[in-house]
């Protein structure tokens, strides 16, 4: 069946990168199935992420690099760098949390919700830092993420920005030959291979820090461009 998207549309900057993330997926869905045997057209949630995040990343360089409306660039610039915080380092320590609670429930203790809140309350010091005072209503807004309730899952949010960050850079440097490359070889992959194998061949290797670096990088980028713009003085 052709893919389709189904959303909310209030025609703001929010629906719009909800859009391109959806029309990763769809590009996927669409280059897999039509390729792949049956068998082989799905792909992993572990690739979905890159596609997704991917296609947010591509939206957020546009605007960013041909605006030329400096309040615009200042909100791109803060919303490049707060969706690499959320869905980074927050789903980081998110999966730290579950590995965590997995492990003590493997362990046969008992899991309170009071015990809970203090492990999600001492990740959370650990990764803010001791400069950031927590509040105590932050110390259980782990209970309503429903991912945590899944299979072990939201580590791909993790791995799926900083892949896509690497192959970002990627298409900046190399244009049309990796971008055929991208869709060759990743979106019409399915499930083919491994998705390791699969990343592989577009030259990047999860087994090394490649594209954790690439994606710390391009935070710093960020702040530097941000303190260049607009400096509190």
């Not at 660039?73 to 789903?91: C, D, G, M, P």
């Not at 710390?216 to 702040?223: A, P, Q």
Request: hydrophobic share 40%; with cysteine.
């Amino acid at each position: 069946m052709h893919p389709y998207i189904l959303l909310n549309w209030k025609n703001n900057l929010e629906d719009l990168f909800t859009l391109a993330h959806e029309l990763g997926h769809n590009m996927h869905s669409l280059y897999s199935g039509s390729v792949q045997p049956y068998i082989y057209s799905d792909y992993t949630i572990f690739l979905a992420e890159i596609v997704s995040t991917f296609n947010e990343a591509l939206v957020m360089e546009y605007l960013l690099y041909t605006t030329s409306y400096e309040k615009f660039k200042l909100a791109i610039i803060e919303r490049y760098i707060s969706n690499i915080v959320f869905t980074f380092y927050r789903q980081a320590m998110f999966a730290k949390f579950e590995k965590i609670v997995y492990e003590l429930a493997e362990e046969g203790e008992y899991l309170t919700f009071e015990k809970l809140c203090e492990i999600y309350k001492d990740l959370v010091t650990k990764y803010l830092g001791p400069e950031i005072e927590i509040d105590e209503e932050e110390t259980y807004t782990w209970a309503p993420i429903p991912h945590f309730y899944y299979n072990f899952y939201v580590f791909q949010y993790a791995t799926g920005l900083s892949a896509s960050s690497f192959l970002i850079r990627k298409l900046n440097i190399e244009k049309d030959n990796f971008a055929n490359l991208y869709i060759e070889k990743f979106l019409k992959a399915g499930s083919s291979k491994s998705s390791l194998d699969i990343l592989l061949d577009l030259g990047l290797d999860l087994s090394k820090p490649d594209a954790i670096i690439a994606l710390t990088n391009k935070m710093n980028e960020l702040i530097d461009l941000y303190e260049s713009m607009y400096i509190i003085k």
